[in-house]
Every structure is written in structure tokens, then in C-alpha cells.
């Protein structure tokens, strides 16, 4: 038997071990959860590791047609805490799925930065320090098969999550720390303010048995009357992160 589809699955994992670090602006995005059910009762835990953050992720179908999804995502100064609930439907085959999550999240993002992440110079620093409600629509259309020569399991997904974001707490400034009185360049400050995010993500999922890897690719657009946006991300917008599913099968199936 043919190894290339387990290198290809190594390749993904160990991608997770240079993956990038969680974006350290206002407004920190979270993986999407797209976990493409069927008639199947099942339950979909991932996990996915960057250089300074942890993200979990669970979804189960506790019902015909109806699920539940959470995401913890935590790491220095970081803490975020998300819900869902959601419907999901799917072909007469069960190769195309539908799903539709709606949920809340509430977040926190303290950074006080001495070092140099701006400027190879060390003479730019940043702090951002958020605090703030999410509420959000995530529609996402995908597709699972399979290549039973191998044995391999796969699906991808496009889905998009719109939300609001209400911040309690809003900072962010950038200083020039070489002169002995630190320079701001950028200072921002609002509270109890709003503000919209589009974010459309590609999904690829790759697996054998139960054990799937992810590669996932995501971007922000955000948009707000009362909110300087230009300091709620770093550039580039596009995030890669990788990540590792774990599916329970129950023997049971819905009718």
C-alpha cells in the first residue's frame, strides 16, 4: 500500500509546530468550527496549537438536523469562550452538508509588549489590551468523500462567519521607545462601541478512521462607524492554522 497519504497527513501535522502565533491586534479570530454532520450521531473534538495559544473545539449533533458547538482559545493574556447552536442538512447521499451556527462568545486580549515585534530595531512597541461580546451567523456548504483505496477519509468546506463585536474595552497604541520619554505614534481608545466582521474560511479536512487533519484558511474584513478598524489586525489578513479532529461515533444513527 501506497505511504504518500500518510506523509500527506504528517505533513499537515507537523505543520501545526511552525503554524503562527495568534494575532496580537484588539480583535483575535477564532478557527471555525464546520463539522459537517450527517445521519451519523456523532461528536467532533479538534485541537489546534500555534506558538502561543491552545484552541479546542467540540460540535455534536444531539439531534436530527441540530447541534451544538463550543471553542475555548486561551494563551498568554488570551482568553476567548464561544457557543453555538445550529442546523445542518445534507444530500440524499450525504456527500454535500448544509449547515447554519449561530452563537456568543466573550473575550479578553491583554498585551504589553517590550520587545521588538514591530520593528527589528527595538524601537517600536505596541500594547493592545480588549475586552468584548461577539455574536455571530456562521453559514458554511461542504463536501465529504472518500478514496477507499487508501482508505482515506476527506471533506472541504466554505463557510463565512459575520459578526458584531461589542467592546466593553478598546486600546491599542504604538510608541517609539528609543528616546528616553516614550513617543506614541498611534494611540486608540473607545469603549461601549461596535463594530462588524466579515470572515470567509476555506476548510480541508484529511483523515483515516477516526483522526482527521485540518488546514484551514481564513481572512477579516471588518467594518465600523465608531471604531478606527485599521487597528483591530495585523497585516497580512490571511491566517493559516492547522489542527488535529477526533470523531466519536455512536453505533446508533438517526432515522
Known amino acids: 500500500m501506497s505511504l504518500k497519504p500518510y506523509y500527506y497527513m504528517l505533513g499537515i501535522v507537523s505543520a501545526m509546530l511552525f503554524s503562527g502565533c495568534a494575532i496580537r491586534s484588539v480583535y483575535i479570530p477564532l478557527s471555525q468550527n464546520v463539522p459537517l454532520f450527517d445521519t451519523s450521531r456523532q461528536i467532533k473534538a479538534s485541537g489546534y496549537l500555534g506558538i502561543n495559544h491552545v484552541e479546542l473545539q467540540a460540535a455534536h449533533n444531539y439531534s436530527a438536523h441540530f447541534a451544538l458547538a463550543t471553542n475555548v482559545y486561551f494563551g498568554s493574556g488570551i482568553a476567548c469562550y464561544d457557543a453555538a447552536i445550529g442546523a445542518y442538512a445534507y444530500s440524499k447521499n450525504a456527500k454535500w ?105 476555506l476548510t480541508n479536512k484529511v483523515g483515516i478512521k477516526n483522526i482527521m487533519a485540518i488546514l484551514q484558511v481564513q481572512s477579516i474584513s471588518p467594518y465600523s462607524t465608531q471604531i478606527d478598524v485599521r487597528n483591530t489586525k495585523f497585516s497580512p489578513v490571511i491566517i493559516l492554522s492547522t489542527g488535529i479532529q477526533y470523531d466519536l461515533t455512536f453505533k446508533r444513527k438517526f432515522r
Request: hydrophobic share 30%; with cysteine.
Open 97 to 201: 452538508h448544509y449547515e447554519l451556527f449561530g452563537g456568543y462568545g466573550y473575550n479578553s486580549n491583554i498585551s504589553y509588549n517590550n520587545g521588538n515585534f514591530l520593528s527589528p530595531s527595538e524601537k517600536l512597541s505596541y500594547d493592545a489590551n480588549a475586552l468584548y461580546h461577539r455574536i455571530y451567523l456562521q453559514p458554511a456548504v461542504g463536501f465529504t468523500g472518500k478514496i477507499s483505496i487508501y482508505k482515506i477519509r476527506y471533506s472541504f468546506s466554505l463557510s463565512a462567519k459575520v459578526s458584531y463585536l461589542y467592546f466593553k474595552d478598546f486600546l491599542y497604541d504604538e510608541k517609539n521607545v528609543a528616546s528616553p520619554a516614550p513617543v506614541y505614534i498611534v494611540y486608540k481608545q473607545y469603549q461601549d462601541d461596535g463594530m462588524f466582521t466579515l470572515e470567509p474560511c
